[in-house]
């Protein structure tokens, strides 16, 4: 490259650098800081983070807490009974106190995200928080309980406990921002002379509304559990009763329920079929099922035969039977349930992935809830010697089997590939046959179809199909992804700090985020709009990889995307690397001096010896 064609190249960065420039610290952060006054109120109620394509079951199942649920309780009983005889006693004492408790709670809880209601005579509250699917004929999840008593009782456990589990849920999901509507719905007037008086009035109003329930967990007294039953059946949740054809309607939700506590947590649910169930037609979920609402579930105690201070004066929040943590336990179940039912991506099948230790010669079991035909696969990396690979189909009956010697601790190894076509809960169990601890990385992948429509839930989502391949702003972003990203579809940059959606989701940054704009992620002294405008890479201080900054470079009129640490654009015998070190401007020739010579000719140098002999012999004559 010649000098000329060099330093006209140079020139054109050096005059990108100016227009870079321009976008100063101070005026970026004018722009940002009158948006955040403007949004302060709101996007301190509205989470950031969108669940989409993301399984969070077992982040969100950690939220409930044993003291945080008992507390719960402890409050909502202090106005004693809440029992209501009639019309007169729904609007005045401890039932009113209730209820206010109760729409408190759900407004402060979510930081005023749930929209409640108050629907019927006998006074229901409904929370809505809502989903961000476009559309209002989304299905919706719904978690409920009633918050009246019998006469005479405080009612902590019946159903203390259940408002209790809605109220940590209704903190729990509020964390988040889900794809569908959750509804925590608080029944009145179960225990009234017209026993269960509130919850018709409910599933009126949401069959009028065209409300399609996904799903329904309504909670009635938890907290009591015969010890004398295997540990895996502390707590009853009971579903509708059917056929395998309609397994996907209620079954498969009591077992995705064990499934999740299994896997997560203290293993402590048992599905009940509603013919055997003790609450079927006397709790609130009935009126649904009336309604023709099938996907209905209650959740139970075990040990009512035991619990002493079943409607009676003995039901106190400090009562000696009441076990929190099976309160703490269904709040943590129903909420991982809904997380990892809302986690599903479009495109691609059920993942289940869990990290974990086996100790020597023991035994690990996860399940899988299967709703369609498919092939289980089984995929694990672990780090020691022989263990072995057992499934078993929901009959209990060996379906595969493998015994494996040895695996590499980084590469994953397929176990097994399993055809299977029952519906139903599956289950794998993994014994350690070492005398030494183990750990494992196992994933297991599924195909499912939970509405039965016979339909892979990996090839529809509650969108129109058509979203997921158009894209109406031409940013490269799918129209269905912007809605996921909560961007906005008409527009390349959402949130107008310069650097397109595509760009912010490539590298990690909020497309609803016009502050990251002004950030600087690699400290370099470059604004990460700055990096996007100049095309360099914002995780690097030196983009092309030449030993010399990219700031450096744009000040001093070199290219930053380009290798040019042996050029010498003003030829003074020093590379730009060099220059770079050396702090000099590699665009300003810098010669050094040469040294000082003294050049003596011939005849000076005669001259200067023939003195000095004659001066030296007049001193000696």
Known sequence: MSRFSALSMNQLWFAIMVCLMLFTPSDCQAIVNTAEVSITSEASQIPDRRIYGENIASEVYAIPTYTGFQDLVHKFTENHSRWVMDQAMVDRGANMYARNYIVEQLKDRSSGRIEVEIIGNHKNVVGRLPGYLPGDDNPVLVVSAHYDSVKDSDGANADGSGIAVVLELAYAMSQYMWPLDIYFIAFNALYSFQF????????????????????MYNVDTILVTDSALPSDERIQIGYLSGSVETYHQSKYWGDLARMISNNYGMNSFVPIPSGIFYLWETSDQEAFYQRGYNNILCVFESGLAIDGSYHNVNDRWDYRQLNYNLGKETAAVIGASMAFTMGRKYGEPVQLKYNFIIGGGRI??????VTTSTILNITVRWFGGSTSY????????????????????WVPTNILNIPVTAKGLYALEIENTNFVSVGYELTITYDSDI???GILDSQEYWLDESLFVTDQDNDGISDAEEIFLGTDGNQVDSDGDTMDDKYEVDMGFDPNDASDGNLDADSDGLTNAQEYSGGLNPFSSDSDGDSIDDLWELENGLNPLIDDAALDPDGD??????????GTNPQIAEFSSPPILFI?????????IAGFVYFRNRKFV
């Not at 690990?364 to 809830?369: G, L, R, S, W």
């Not at 015998?573 to 050396?582: C, D, I, M, P, S």
């Not at 003596?600 to 001259?607: G, K, Q, R, Y």
């Open 364 to 369: 690990e079991k996860f399940y899988m809830a």
């Open 390 to 409: 057992n499934v078993y189909n929901p009959s209990n009956t060996l379906v595969a089997s493998a015994i494996c010697d040895y695996t590499s601790a």
């Open 600 to 608: 003596v000719s011939p005849i000076a140098i005669v001259a200067t």
């Open 451 to 453: 509405d039965g429509n």
């Open 573 to 582: 015998g020093r590379t730009n690397l060099e220059e770079y070190l050396a």
């Open 196 to 215: 269960m008086s509130g919850s018709p009035e409910v599933a009126n109003v949401l069959q009028q509304r065209g409300i399609d329930i996904l799903a």
